[in-house]
Each structure stands twice: as structure tokens, then as C-alpha cells.
């Protein structure tokens, strides 16, 4: 019997006088992603699970087998269930319509009680859904102890992951866009910019600044696609499913599925409570977009480097050393390339925790929290920073330039010339080669050799190939959907808002 209604009239236990009282004392702000203290006090609270038990919980096994300290984040979601599950139950005839009233208006107060820091969780309680449950109970008498007629702890869980992941999916894809956006507009700006690109890190084509912006926001763009398609599977509802086989009463999963906005309700019970592969998937598509923002930032961490020099990231984004005074360290890129590993790790641990699991629901489930939470913590956090820094990231076009120069980069364009004047490419790519090593030798670019020069490589090179050798000449040659040329990039700025608009 906990906190019945008689029960609160009645002279109570020490122990649920000190929870009482603890509920009156100020507990710090609970939010999405901060946690409040728990309280493990030493009380003998009675299980809401207690009834076939004869003695009470080991203190250790109790805290061991708590989740109060992580899964009080989904306090909100557990509530919003809670009062769609109450709804249900009286819209079918199965619980009063005062006693929905009561449940509702209860779950209502908890719920400000809760974000106002008033309500001290309790290990005693083991999880979420029990410190709420007790906390209606007391608040509101019998009609508390009637909201989890035909649902399980199984099927609640379940479904708060599920509410709790939809809405955090809404924000990293919210945090991608702002990124995309910031890509989109410095490819506007930077179309003309010429850089070295290059493959195997060794200087290989001329491109476009604009152009390399607009490649990470492609692999932006498929993460977001990603997430969307993951969407389809988390928005499904597992209440109803009960402990694993449904339940006896008359219930409606469709209509609760409407009041919380989840496309239909899961078509097998057994499967609802016990898989969660939908966090899995979500985590997969997490270290994807975590593995493009790693690579991102190493670009940005080479960039910045001084043999590079390529950009300037702004002060503000950056920290010193305690001992070199001249330092300026891309801390953001490097600490977001670092914290990839713990999303991938996340990704082991989830796949690892579900892989030797009969059917249906195990506690083994409750491990998939931490992981979850800290990969979306983690995720948010690096974007944010990312979507935040881009906008005021300066390419130094003159160092991009030079480094362009300094490569031979439009040895291809050498080579296509020569095709173009009749020769088989593997020969026009035997005379760049040599023209090269003359260039490596005398410290000049094909650009710089004289007609004399470069004739002596191939009679069939003119005047005209000095249009091909320049930089800006080789980026404009590439004009075809998907090429480097600034006009290329400036029609795929033009597609590409009109994909952060769809
Ligand atoms: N804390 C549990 C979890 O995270 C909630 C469900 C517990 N169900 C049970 N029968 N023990 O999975």
C-alpha cells in the first residue's frame, strides 16, 4: 500500500514522513539534459511490485538495479504517455471519467512540480515511472493507483524512449539544417575562390572553395535523410502491448497512437516491448553524421595548421596554450573528431546489448539510456558548435592560391588540351610528365614555361594553351552538373536551398 488515500489521513511510517518532507524541500531544476540529486535514503518504501516479496530489497541490489538517475530525463515524456494512456482508459469505458479527471489534473501538477525542482527522486523507487506513479498516488489518492491498469512498465518504457527520441530527432535535424545553411551561404560567397583539391592529401585538381562547402553539405543532407527515414520507425506506439502478450481489458492503442501523434500502434505485442532496434538505427545514423563531422573538422584542423593556412577560424572558437604564447588551437574540430569515438562506441554497446536477448522485454533493456541519451547529447553538441563556427570561417584565398600554384594542379588540363589536339590520352599523360619534371626541377609552374618551352614537349601545344593552364580557366573547363566551375556551383547553391526548404 502506497501513499493510499486512507493512508494519508492515517499517522504515518517514519519513512514516508521523510518522503513527505523531502518533497517540500527545494530540489535543483530538472531539465531535458541536466540531472537532480536522487535521494537514497535508508527507508524501507514499500514496492509498488511488493506484494509476493517477504523481505525488503537489499540496499546495494537497490540502487544496482535503479534507473532514477538517468531515466528522470524522460520524466516529461513518461507524463505526456501517462495522460494519452489515462484519456484512452476513459474514452473506452475502462476508468471513470472523474477518476481520468483527477489522473490528469495530477500528472499536470507533477509535471510543474517537477520542472519547479520540487519533487526529490527516489532510488527506493527504481525509475521514472514508479516515482511519478507514487507521487500521483499521494497527490491525488485511488484514482493514482487505477493509470496503470492495462499497461506495463515494458510497454511505458518503450514508449517514453520513442516520444523522448522523435523529439530529439526534431532538434539534431533542426541543428543539421542551420549547419547546411551556413555551407550553402559560404558557397555562395565563395563560388570563384580557387583552392587546391586534393586526393591522397597530395595537391590534384584546381576546385573551388564554394564547391568543397557544398560537399560536406551533400553528406549533410543524406544524414538528414537518414534521420527522417529512422523517424518512420521510432513514431510508432508500443503502449498497449502491456508486459508482453497485451492485455485483458478493452483497450483502443489507435486512439492513444492519435493523442500522441505515433502514426499506428505496433502490430505485435512481444515485439513492441522488447526491441529496440529503432535506437539502434538511430544511433547508426548518429555515427554517420558524427563520422562526416570528424571528417570535417580534420579538414579544419589541417587547414589551420600553419603549412597550410588555409582559413581563419575566429578567436572566439578557439583556445591557447598555457605554455607556447603564439598558439591558437582548433579546440572545436579537434574535441568533435575526438568525440566521435563515444557515438561509435554507443553504437557496439546498444548493438552488443540487444544481440543474446530472448523474447520479450529484459532488464537488460534499461541499458539502452545511457548510451541513447549520451549520443544524442553528444551529436547536438558537436553540430551545434559546427553550425555555430561555419558562418564565421574565413578561407584565405591568396594562400589557397598559391598552394594551387605550387602543385601543378592543372597538369590535367595540360593533358586534356593535348587530347583535345588529337593526342591518346596515355601519351598526352607521358608529355605532362615530363613538362612536371621540368617544372619540379626549375621551380616553376606550366603556367610560367614559355611556348618555346612546352613545344619541346609536344609540337602540337599553341598559343592557346595557356587558357587551359590558368587556374581559373581550369575550374571554368569543368562546367557540367556536379563540376567545379563557379557557375556549376552557383546552380547547385540554387538546388541546394531549395532542398532545406522541402
Ligand atoms: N527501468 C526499466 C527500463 O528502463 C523500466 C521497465 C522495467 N520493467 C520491469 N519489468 N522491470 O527498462
Request: glycine share 6%.
Given at each position: 500500500m502506497?501513499?493510499?488515500?486512507?493512508?494519508?489521513t492515517?499517522?504515518?511510517?517514519?519513512?514516508?514522513?521523510?518522503?513527505?518532507?523531502?518533497?517540500t524541500?527545494?530540489?535543483?531544476?530538472?531539465?531535458?539534459?541536466?540531472?537532480s540529486?536522487?535521494?537514497s535514503?535508508?527507508?524501507?518504501?514499500?514496492?509498488?511490485?511488493?506484494g509476493?516479496?517477504s523481505?525488503?530489497?537489499?540496499?546495494?541490489?537497490?540502487?544496482?538495479?535503479?534507473?532514477?538517475?538517468?531515466?528522470?530525463?524522460?520524466?516529461?515524456?513518461?507524463i505526456?504517455?501517462?495522460r494519452?494512456h489515462a484519456?484512452?482508459?476513459?474514452?473506452?469505458g475502462i476508468?471513470?471519467?472523474e477518476?481520468?479527471?483527477?489522473?490528469?489534473?495530477?500528472?499536470?501538477?507533477?509535471e510543474?512540480?517537477?520542472?519547479?525542482?520540487?519533487?526529490e527522486?527516489?532510488?527506493?523507487l527504481?525509475?521514472?515511472?514508479?516515482n511519478?506513479e507514487?507521487?500521483?498516488?499521494?497527490?491525488?489518492g485511488l484514482?493514482?493507483?487505477r493509470?496503470?491498469t492495462?499497461r506495463?512498465?515494458?510497454?511505458q518504457?518503450?514508449?517514453?524512449i520513442r516520444l523522448?527520441?522523435?523529439?530529439q530527432?526534431?532538434?539534431i535535424s533542426?541543428e543539421?539544417?542551420?549547419l547546411?545553411t551556413?555551407l550553402?551561404e559560404l558557397?555562395?560567397?565563395?563560388a570563384?575562390t580557387?583552392?587546391?583539391?586534393?586526393?591522397?592529401?597530395?595537391?590534384?585538381?584546381?576546385?573551388?572553395?564554394?564547391?568543397?562547402?557544398?560537399?560536406?553539405f551533400?553528406m549533410l543532407?543524406?544524414?538528414?535523410?537518414?534521420?527522417q527515414?529512422?523517424?518512420?520507425?521510432?513514431?510508432v506506439?508500443?503502449l498497449?502491448a502491456?508486459?508482453?502478450a497485451?492485455?485483458t481489458y478493452?483497450?483502443?492503442?489507435?486512439y492513444?497512437?492519435?493523442?500522441?501523434?505515433f502514426?499506428?500502434?505496433?502490430?505485435n505485442?512481444l515485439d513492441a516491448?522488447?526491441?529496440r532496434?529503432?535506437?539502434i538505427?538511430?544511433?547508426?545514423?548518429?555515427a554517420?553524421v558524427m563520422?562526416?563531422l570528424?571528417?570535417?573538422a580534420?579538414e579544419?584542423?589541417i587547414?589551420?595548421?600553419?603549412?597550410?593556412?588555409?582559413?581563419?577560424l575566429p578567436?572566439?572558437?578557439?583556445?591557447?596554450?598555457?605554455?607556447?604564447?603564439?598558439?591558437k588551437?582548433?579546440?572545436?574540430?579537434?574535441?568533435?573528431?575526438?568525440?566521435?569515438?563515444?557515438?561509435?562506441?554507443?553504437?557496439i554497446?546498444?548493438?552488443?546489448?540487444?544481440?543474446g536477448?530472448?523474447?520479450?522485454?529484459?532488464?537488460?533493456?534499461?541499458e539502452?539510456?545511457e548510451p541513447?541519451f549520451?549520443t544524442?547529447?553528444?551529436?547536438?553538441?558537436?553540430?551545434?558548435a559546427?553550425?555555430?563556427?561555419m558562418?564565421h570561417?574565413?578561407?584565405?584565398k591568396?594562400r589557397m592560391?598559391?598552394?594551387?600554384?605550387q602543385?601543378?594542379?592543372t597538369?590535367?588540363?595540360?593533358?586534356?588540351?593535348?587530347v583535345?589536339?588529337?593526342?591518346?590520352?596515355r601519351?598526352?599523360h607521358e608529355?605532362?610528365?615530363?613538362?612536371?619534371?621540368?617544372?619540379?626541377?626549375?621551380?616553376?609552374?606550366?603556367?610560367?614555361?614559355?611556348?618555346?618551352?612546352?613545344?619541346?614537349?609536344?609540337d602540337v601545344?599553341?598559343?592557346?594553351?595557356?587558357?587551359?593552364?590558368t587556374?581559373?580557366?581550369s575550374?571554368?573547363?569543368?562546367?557540367?552538373?556536379?563540376g567545379?566551375?563557379?557557375?556549376?556551383?552557383?546552380?547547385?547553391?540554387a538546388?541546394?536551398?531549395?532542398?532545406?526548404?522541402?
Amino acid at each position: 500500500m502506497l501513499f493510499a488515500e486512507e493512508e494519508l489521513t492515517r499517522p504515518r511510517p517514519a519513512a514516508t514522513i521523510f518522503y513527505l518532507s523531502v518533497l517540500t524541500r527545494q530540489a535543483s531544476m530538472t531539465k531535458d539534459n541536466t540531472i537532480s540529486p536522487v535521494k537514497s535514503d535508508p527507508s524501507s518504501t514499500t514496492k509498488p511490485w511488493g506484494g509476493r516479496f517477504s523481505e525488503s530489497t537489499d540496499k546495494f541490489v537497490e540502487a544496482f538495479t535503479a534507473s532514477i538517475h538517468f531515466d528522470q530525463r524522460l520524466y516529461r515524456h513518461d507524463i505526456e504517455g501517462s495522460r494519452a494512456h489515462a484519456r484512452m482508459l476513459g474514452q473506452t469505458g475502462i476508468l471513470e471519467a472523474e477518476d481520468v479527471i483527477k489522473i490528469i489534473n495530477g500528472l499536470d501538477a507533477i509535471e510543474r512540480q517537477i520542472e519547479a525542482g520540487e519533487l526529490e527522486w527516489q532510488v527506493a523507487l527504481e525509475d521514472i515511472h514508479m516515482n511519478i506513479e507514487a507521487r500521483l498516488t499521494e497527490t491525488i489518492g485511488l484514482a493514482g493507483k487505477r493509470l496503470h491498469t492495462g499497461r506495463s512498465r515494458n510497454d511505458q518504457i518503450a514508449t517514453d524512449i520513442r516520444l523522448w527520441l522523435r523529439e530529439q530527432i526534431g532538434g539534431i535535424s533542426h541543428e543539421i539544417r542551420r549547419l547546411q545553411t551556413a555551407l550553402v551561404e559560404l558557397a555562395e560567397r565563395e563560388a570563384h575562390t580557387i583552392m587546391p583539391g586534393f586526393t591522397h592529401l597530395q595537391v590534384a585538381q584546381p576546385i573551388t572553395f564554394g564547391h568543397h562547402m557544398l560537399a560536406w553539405f551533400e553528406m549533410l543532407q543524406r544524414d538528414h535523410e537518414r534521420l527522417q527515414d529512422c523517424l518512420k520507425r521510432v513514431n510508432v506506439l508500443p503502449l498497449g502491448a502491456a508486459a508482453l502478450a497485451g492485455t485483458t481489458y478493452p483497450i483502443d492503442p489507435a486512439y492513444t497512437a492519435t493523442l500522441l501523434g505515433f502514426a499506428r500502434p505496433a502490430r505485435n505485442s512481444l515485439d513492441a516491448v522488447s526491441d529496440r532496434d529503432f535506437a539502434i538505427e538511430f544511433n547508426a545514423a548518429a555515427a554517420l553524421v558524427m563520422m562526416h563531422l570528424s571528417r570535417f573538422a580534420e579538414e579544419l584542423i589541417i587547414w589551420t595548421s600553419a603549412q597550410f593556412d588555409f582559413v581563419r577560424l575566429p578567436d572566439r572558437f578557439c583556445t591557447g596554450s598555457s605554455i607556447m604564447p603564439q598558439k591558437k588551437n582548433p579546440d572545436i574540430p579537434e574535441l568533435i573528431r575526438g568525440k566521435t569515438g563515444r557515438v561509435y562506441g554507443h553504437l557496439i554497446a546498444l548493438l552488443t546489448l540487444m544481440k543474446g536477448q530472448p523474447l520479450a522485454y529484459n532488464k537488460d533493456n534499461q541499458e539502452d539510456k545511457e548510451p541513447l541519451f549520451d549520443t544524442v547529447d553528444t551529436l547536438l553538441g558537436s553540430l551545434r558548435a559546427f553550425a555555430d563556427m561555419m558562418p564565421h570561417v574565413q578561407p584565405k584565398k591568396e594562400r589557397m592560391r598559391a598552394a594551387a600554384i605550387q602543385g601543378f594542379s592543372t597538369a590535367t588540363d595540360l593533358a586534356d588540351y593535348l587530347v583535345r589536339k588529337g593526342l591518346p590520352f596515355r601519351d598526352a599523360h607521358e608529355v605532362v610528365g615530363k613538362a612536371v619534371a621540368l617544372g619540379v626541377q626549375s621551380e616553376r609552374d606550366l603556367s610560367e614555361m614559355s611556348l618555346e618551352t612546352l613545344r619541346s614537349f609536344s609540337d602540337v601545344i599553341e598559343a592557346d594553351v595557356f587558357a587551359s593552364l590558368t587556374l581559373e580557366g581550369s575550374v571554368a573547363a569543368r562546367h557540367h552538373p556536379g563540376g567545379t566551375a563557379p557557375e556549376q556551383v552557383l546552380q547547385q547553391v540554387a538546388d541546394a536551398r531549395k532542398l532545406l526548404q522541402s
